[in-house]
């Protein structure tokens, strides 16, 4: 099948792909993506705290296709596939935010208080839950912890300094 | 005791933390004292500024059960439900295994842990002999504790003392005096810090697990008060006497320069190790002190009954939103435990430091857990996350953590996590920092002696 790749978004430091066959260009995937360290999203309540911190995160297409057997369609749309939006960007290609449209990530007891398909809507949790629910999984087939489940796990996380005042 | 913290000075003032001490009368609020030397070379750009923790020791009137502001629907906890249960029913396999495995494959890539390299896989061997030493009393006595209720040295009757002791108490004791004789006796045999609470029975746990490492469905007996003597173990109940409504609780310090090379090590493994060692160690001795006076003692670590609201009631500290007791003297660095006993012993009062305000503001411990374990709310709630559940006992205004979350991430690291007590601000200020911004395991051979955080006891 025919791909490319085309990159849909750059919002806070999040990289999104999205794959298309419907393109003229021929390109392969990149081997690792660099997803940049981000502060996640502050909650909106009033005087809600922590920040939550996440390091970069070198995702890599290489060894998730070679090692682990994923196709492209295990993680992404692809024609054919009935989205619920269709894509507004002229090129036939689905851009990742158009659906995806809300930044960061919703965390603690306010991802709690909306559904699933509110959460969706979050960029960075519709990332999450596709990576962890695919780790989640691979680690109930082998009976123990196969791949990251926590935070640390995949963003290479160096602490914030922090002045005691 | 001497100070720990000898080469922590205070940035502003030059003051050593144990001269503030003196200056504040032997009142043991450290709030105000030194950072220790990572800590007061930090005015850097680009660095979060982060309000010291300050204020005075108050005593207080309200229980932990007041403070919680616990609902009537608060259940005695089972042991069924804790995270170490959960995690290997949800694995599928037991948690014991799953997190030996990535420990040795740490080894065998010359890493101690999550991140963290060593040069060779023999340097990350010795890391791990570290904890291994650490250890071993803790496995000895029975690890850790938790649904281990009166197994091995932790028995729930005399170990040593011959019958005509520990059934003959003074006919006429006299409760401040023994409780003033337990709390040296429990120092005297490695506590750092001793309270002496009523044994509140909600924090007393509803049953033990006999099949905690199992992905197996929970089995369980009943741990019940009845009017008998001495406490029993029978087929289907654990038996505590109703004369048993007293606990000493106990805090022993963990080794802090450990802790800083995290967030999840086998130096933080080793820390922790130490700290249930000491506590187990003091819980078996204090047993027979308590039963050679004569009476009825259960010692007990993390098992039998919930050791932090127990801390509270007994004025050791108070509960941070990391989940853990935080004290005044040494932050939450440390391991509680207890001894259940029908001792006649007057009562301390719990203590308010301002955790609860300080917690609400502070949040590092959020932002810096690995796992997402740590609530990132500002406000405390009633009910752990649904995703947290059945773990953390819903009923209690708190800040629930996650503690499958936690726990899943020692077994992906391969270590033992300490990351939210190290970066606790109430760490930082009482016991200091030895290793500055960028800890590295490098150097741990050769510290200074006091500074692998031993007691230094002055004979």
Redesign the interface.
């Known amino acids: 099948m025919l791909m490319r790749i085309i990159v849909t978004a750059v919002f806070s430091g999040l990289l999104l792909v999205t794959f298309s066959d419907r393109g003229a260009a021929r390109e392969s995937p990149p081997e690792v993506i660099h997803f940049k360290g981000t502060t996640g999203r502050p ?1 909106e309540a009033p ?7 996440s390091g970069a995160v070198d995702f890599s297409h290489e060894e998730h296709f070679s090692t682990y057997g994923l196709t492209c369609s295990d993680c992404h749309h692809v024609d054919g596939e009935d989205l619920s939006a269709d894509s507004s960007s002229g090129t036939g290609a689905l851009s990742c935010v158009e659906c995806h449209d809300q930044e960061g990530l919703v ?4 991802a ?1 208080e909306m559904s699933d398909d509110e959460l969706l809507f979050y960029r960075a949790n519709a990332v999450h839950r596709l990576c962890i629910g695919c780790h989640e999984r691979s ?2 087939e082998a ?3 196969v791949a ?6 995949c963003h ?2 160096r ?7 | 005791m001497k100070d720990r913290d000898r080469s922590s000075t205070d940035s502003q003032s030059g003051q050593s933390r144990r001269s503030f001490l003196r200056a504040c009368g032997g009142v043991p609020l450290a709030l105000a004292t030194a ?1 220790g030397p990572a ?1 007061k070379a ?3 750009t ?7 923790p300050e204020g005075s020791i108050r005593k207080i009137s309200e229980s932990a059960e007041e403070i919680y502001e616990c609902k009537d629907s608060l259940g005695r906890f089972s042991g069924a439900d804790m995270a170490f249960k959960k995690i290997p029913e949800e ?3 037991a948690f014991s ?2 997190f030996k ?2 420990a040795i494959s740490n080894v065998a890539n010359s890493r101690i842990g ?2 963290v390299d060593v040069a060779s896989p023999a340097e990350a061997r010795a890391h791990l002999a570290l904890d291994v030493a650490a250890d071993t009393w803790n496995k000895i006595i029975g690890p850790y504790g938790e649904n281990r209720d009166n197994e091995g040295l932790r028995s729930w009757l005399p170990l040593k003392v011959p019958e005509g002791m520990y059934t003959s108490p003074d006919p006429d004791p006299d409760p401040v005096d023994l409780a003033h004789k337990m709390k040296v006796i429990a120092t005297y045999v490695g506590a750092d810090r001793v309270g002496i609470t009523h044994l509140n029975r909600k924090w007393v746990y509803s049953e033990k697990c006999l099949n905690s490492d199992s992905p197996e469905p929970p089995v369980t007996k009943k741990i019940v008060f009845r009017d008998v003597d001495q406490p029993a173990e029978t087929e289907s109940e654990l038996i505590i006497p109703e004369s048993v409504t007293n606990a000493i609780v106990f805090v022993t310090v963990q080794p802090r320069m450990s802790t800083e090379i995290g ?1 999840a090590t086998f130096q933080t493994m080793a820390s922790t190790s130490a700290g249930y060692s000491w506590s187990g160690l003091t819980a078996v001795a204090l047993a027979e002190a308590v039963r050679f006076m004569g009476y009825v003692a259960i010692p007990c670590m993390n098992e039998t009954a919930m050791s932090v609201p127990l801390a509270i009631d007994a004025g050791l500290g108070q509960l941070g939103r990391l989940g853990y007791l935080i004290t005044p003297w040494f932050g939450p660095h440390v391991r509680i435990a207890k001894v259940l006993t029908n001792m006649p012993l007057v009562h301390d009062s719990p203590i308010d430091f301002g955790v609860t305000e300080y917690c ?2 502070c ?2 411990c ?7 374990a740590i ?4 406000e405390r ?1 009633y009910a752990p ?3 947290a559940e059945p773990c953390g006992n819903p009923g209690a205004r708190k800040w629930y953590i996650n503690g499958k ?1 936690c726990l ?2 020692w ?3 391969g270590a033992g996590c300490s990351r939210c007590t190290s ?1 606790c ?1 109430y760490t ?2 009482t016991l200091g920092s030895y290793l500055g ?1 960028d800890p590295s395991p490098d150097g741990f051979w050769d510290a200074e002696f006091g500074q692998y955080g031993h007691r230094e006891v002055i004979y």
């Open positions: 909650m005087g809600v705290y922590p920040r939550l911190y965390y603690g007891r306010a709690e680690s109930a009976r123990t912890l990251p489940l926590a935070c640390r796990g290479a996380q602490s914030r300094d922090y002045t005691l005042r | 950072a800590s930090a005015a850097d680009g660095r979060e500024e982060i309000r010291r694995l599928g396999a295994r799953a495995e990535n999550h991140g967030p609400m503001e949040g590092i959020a932002v810096e857990c690995p796992s997402g609530s990132p709310d500002k709630s996350l649904k995703a979350r899943k991430w077994v992906e690291s970066v601000p930082n200020l911004d």
